[in-house]
């Protein structure tokens, strides 16, 4: 304690009354099926690393090839003297996986958001964005200053509704994650293009969890619905289904340089290590050369998805392998939660404010690595857990 932990405390004990309070848990190995945590093997039902290239060996080895030839440091943000060969070949390869004329690294989600609605839009714009958007993305559409609307999620109908309404504007901006991050559903994106075109505004969408994921290819979930070629630009990340850290916006090359000369959390920031990029490049390759994973990865969800539904257990209006069983209350989703870590699975309870009030839930995600066993043990200790407390 010290003379100004007053002014903190009280925020944290209204948040533990609520059960809102959270803090950071360490996990003592690497990002795997399998985790150590607090000294017990568990399995891990909560990363996002889709297609387990995390910790896979040839992109582990691509980024230590990187640190040996080039440091650990940039040492300056992009545009002073931060760009190394492995940052502008990823750019490349990610364009070219695209199919787009050029991308631009960012050196995360958070921040590409943030850069790129800032950029886009300004105090003469509106943006129009989808209930659920995430948190970088409404936090990008504060920063822009452009006046904000919010359509009910994934409501095409009351989108049309607040864009029949909008006061004059210099620019129409329409805002949505590509796959939902805690309901795992996808955007209605051909209508939210269609729209887009029709109202001569500009379709965002922040690709995240649909990267590697969605989509025949892996392209994400702009293939998966079949408007890459309606959609001049998108971002999605690299944390995610890539296994490394870090975001990318593909499209035209004048937009990729207005890009450069905007956005702010691209030019006032330290350069992502060279490893970093050098180890994207080698997930990248992954992911086009072994499309079994991604089969796997649809596999495995489909045998949670199926036994979970079997059980009756309440879960979104998922079409991905983000499988989020709805508790509701808070305090019951943290008793699924520890239930769970007392029968050897990891997967903590999801609240608010991240998820609407009432909605707590237990977010699974599948991965590729995880074995049928680790699956059967999931749903075994739901069983368990459901034989002797009711969840639906
Ligand atoms: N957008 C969405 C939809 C996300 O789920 C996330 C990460 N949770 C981000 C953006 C932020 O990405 P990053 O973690 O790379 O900052």
């Given at each position: 304690?010290?003379?100004?932990?007053?002014?903190f405390?009280?925020?944290?004990?209204?948040?533990?009354?609520?059960?809102?309070?959270?803090?950071?848990?360490?996990?003592e190995?690497?990002?795997?099926?399998?985790?150590?945590?607090?000294?017990?093997?568990?399995?891990?039902?909560?990363?996002?690393?889709?297609?387990?290239?995390?910790?896979?060996?040839?992109?582990?080895?691509?980024?230590?090839?990187?640190?040996?030839?080039?440091?650990i440091?940039?040492?300056?943000?992009?545009l002073?003297?931060?760009?190394?060969?492995?940052?502008?070949?990823?750019?490349?390869?990610?364009?070219k996986?695209?199919?787009?004329?050029?991308?631009?690294?960012?050196?995360?989600?958070?921040?590409a958001?943030?850069?790129?609605?800032?950029?886009?839009?300004?105090?003469?714009?509106?943006?129009?964005?989808?209930?659920?958007?995430?948190?970088?993305?409404?936090?990008?559409?504060?920063?822009?200053?452009?006046?904000?609307?919010?359509?009910?999620?994934?409501?095409?109908?009351?989108?049309?509704?607040?864009?029949?309404?909008?006061?004059?504007?210099?620019?129409?901006?329409?805002?949505?994650?590509?796959?939902?991050?805690?309901?795992?559903?996808?955007?209605?994106?051909?209508?939210?293009?269609?729209?887009?075109?029709?109202?001569?505004?500009?379709?965002?969408?922040?690709?995240?969890?649909?990267?590697?994921?969605?989509?025949?290819?892996?392209?994400?979930?702009?293939?998966?619905?079949?408007?890459?070629?309606d959609?001049?630009?998108?971002?999605?990340?690299?944390?995610?289904?890539?296994?490394?850290?870090?975001?990318?916006?593909?499209?035209?090359?004048?937009?990729?340089?207005?890009?450069?000369?905007?956005?702010?959390?691209?030019?006032?920031?330290?350069?992502?290590?060279?490893?970093?990029?050098?180890?994207?490049?080698?997930?990248?390759?992954?992911?086009?050369?072994?499309?079994?994973?991604?089969?796997?990865?649809?596999?495995?969800?489909?045998?949670?998805?199926?036994?979970?539904?079997?059980?009756?257990?309440?879960?979104?209006?998922?079409?991905?392998?983000?499988?989020?069983?709805?508790?509701?209350?808070?305090?019951?989703?943290?008793?699924?939660?520890?239930?769970?870590?007392?029968?050897?699975?990891?997967?903590?309870?999801?609240?608010?404010?991240?998820?609407?009030?009432?909605?707590?839930?237990?977010?699974?995600?599948?991965?590729?690595?995880?074995?049928?066993?680790?699956?059967?043990?999931?749903?075994?200790?739901?069983?368990?857990?459901?034989?002797?407390?009711?969840?639906?």
């Amino acid at each position: 304690m010290n003379e100004f932990d007053p002014l903190f405390e009280p925020e944290l004990s209204r948040l533990d009354a609520q059960h809102w309070l959270r803090q950071c848990r360490v996990i003592e190995s690497a990002c795997a099926p399998e985790i150590v945590y607090q000294g017990r093997r568990l399995i891990l039902m909560a990363s996002n690393d889709y297609l387990g290239l995390a910790n896979h060996p040839a992109v582990k080895e691509a980024a230590a090839q990187a640190i040996r030839q080039y440091g650990i440091g940039a040492g300056a943000a992009r545009l002073i003297s931060g760009t190394q060969p492995p940052h502008h070949d990823l750019e490349v390869a990610l364009a070219k996986w695209k199919d787009a004329e050029a991308a631009l690294c960012f050196g995360s989600g958070y921040l590409a958001n943030l850069g790129l609605l800032s950029s886009l839009a300004g105090p003469q714009d509106i943006i129009l964005a989808d209930r659920l958007c995430h948190a970088s993305v409404i936090d990008g559409c504060r920063l822009s200053r452009a006046r904000l609307r919010i359509f009910h999620h994934a409501d095409v109908d009351h989108l049309e509704r607040l864009l029949k309404r909008r006061p004059a504007v210099r620019r129409t901006l329409i805002v949505t994650d590509g796959l939902f991050s805690m309901d795992g559903d996808l955007a209605p994106l051909s209508a939210l293009a269609r729209l887009a075109n029709q109202y001569e505004g500009l379709l965002v969408v922040d690709d995240a969890h649909g990267t590697g994921v969605m989509g025949a290819h892996g392209r994400g979930s702009l293939e998966a619905c079949g408007v890459e070629a309606d959609v001049p630009f998108h971002m999605g990340t690299l944390g995610k289904a890539l296994g490394t850290s870090g975001a990318y916006v593909v499209g035209s090359e004048t937009f990729v340089r207005f890009l450069v000369n905007t956005a702010r959390t691209f030019l006032f920031t330290t350069s992502p290590p060279a490893a970093m990029a050098a180890a994207t490049i080698a997930a990248l390759e992954l992911l086009q050369r072994e499309p079994d994973r991604r089969a796997r990865l649809w596999a495995n969800r489909e045998v949670l998805f199926q036994g979970l539904i079997r059980m009756g257990l309440r879960l979104t209006a998922t079409a991905s392998p983000i499988l989020p069983v709805i508790i509701g209350d808070e305090a019951l989703a943290l008793g699924v939660a520890q239930a769970l870590l007392e029968r050897g699975i990891y997967a903590p309870a999801i609240r608010p404010p991240t998820v609407p009030k009432g909605s707590s839930r237990i977010r699974l995600t599948v991965t590729a690595e995880h074995t049928r066993e680790h699956l059967d043990q999931v749903l075994h200790a739901f069983q368990d857990i459901l034989a002797s407390r009711s969840l639906t």
